[in-house]
C-alpha cells in the first residue's frame, strides 16, 4: 500500500497549480504514463530549478525528489525533510540517499530524480547520466517513467512541455549499459522534438 503523502506535501501541490501553473501555463503531454499507483521511478532532464513543477503539476501523486544536500540547511532542513524529500551528496557515492529513495520504493511509493544530477547550463543536448534512477529502478522492480521538458520558462512566446513516455525496464544486463540506454531514449527524444519545433 502507498504511504500517505506528507502535509507540507500536500499543501505545496495547490498553491504550485494556482501560481506557476496559471502563470506559466505548461503543455503536459501523456501524464496518463503515470501510474496512479505503485512504485515507480519518474527520471528525465534537468533544464531549470522550475521543471519541479512541472512535476508537481502532472500528477496528483506524492512525489519524493532527490535534491542536492546544499537545499537541506538552516530552517529548510526540516521543511524539505518533512515534504518527503531526500537529500543527496553530490561530492561522493551517497548509499543513504539511495537507500531512502529504495525505502520510499518499497512502500509502493512514487520517486523523481533528474539522473543529470544538475540543471543543464551547457548547449549540450543532455548530460551524462548518474546511476540513481537505474540502480533503485532495478533493486526495487521498479519501472521507470521517462520525460522529456523543453521550452523556456517565459511570460511570452512558447509555453514550457513536459512529456511523458511509456515505461522503461531496466534490463538484467551491465548496469552501466542499461544506464546508457536510458539517456539515449531520453536524448533521441528531446532531439527529436526540437527538429519538429
Not at 506535501?9 to 496559471?22: C, E, I, M, Q, T
Not at 528525465?44 to 537545499?71: I, Y
Request: some cysteine; overall charge positive.
Amino acid at each position: 500500500m502507498s504511504q500517505r503523502s506528507p502535509l507540507i506535501y500536500k499543501g505545496l501541490r495547490p498553491l504550485a497549480v494556482a501560481g506557476f501553473g496559471s502563470i506559466m501555463r505548461p503543455k503536459i503531454i501523456g501524464r496518463e504514463n503515470i501510474p496512479k499507483d505503485g512504485r515507480v521511478v519518474i527520471a528525465g532532464n534537468h533544464t531549470k530549478p522550475f521543471d519541479v513543477f512541472m512535476l508537481f503539476l502532472s500528477t496528483r501523486r506524492c512525489l519524493h525528489f532527490l535534491a542536492k544536500a546544499e537545499l537541506f540547511k538552516g530552517p529548510l532542513d526540516k521543511f524539505f525533510k518533512a515534504a518527503g524529500i531526500i537529500p543527496v551528496d553530490r561530492s561522493r557515492k551517497n548509499p543513504e540517499a539511495l537507500n531512502a529513495a529504495r525505502e520510499y520504493l518499497n512502500n509502493e511509493s512514487a520517486v523523481a530524480i533528474f539522473p543529470e544530477g544538475t540543471t543543464n547550463k551547457t548547449d549540450a543536448v543532455l548530460l551524462p547520466f548518474r546511476m540513481g534512477a537505474v540502480k533503485m529502478a532495478r533493486d526495487t522492480s521498479s519501472p521507470i517513467v521517462p520525460f522529456t521538458i523543453s521550452g523556456a520558462y517565459k511570460l511570452t512566446g512558447p509555453r514550457p512541455e513536459i512529456r511523458f513516455y511509456p515505461p522503461f525496464y531496466v534490463g538484467d544486463g551491465d548496469l552501466e549499459q542499461e544506464n546508457e540506454k536510458f539517456r539515449q531514449f531520453i536524448y533521441d527524444n528531446l532531439v527529436n522534438k526540437e527538429k519538429i519545433s
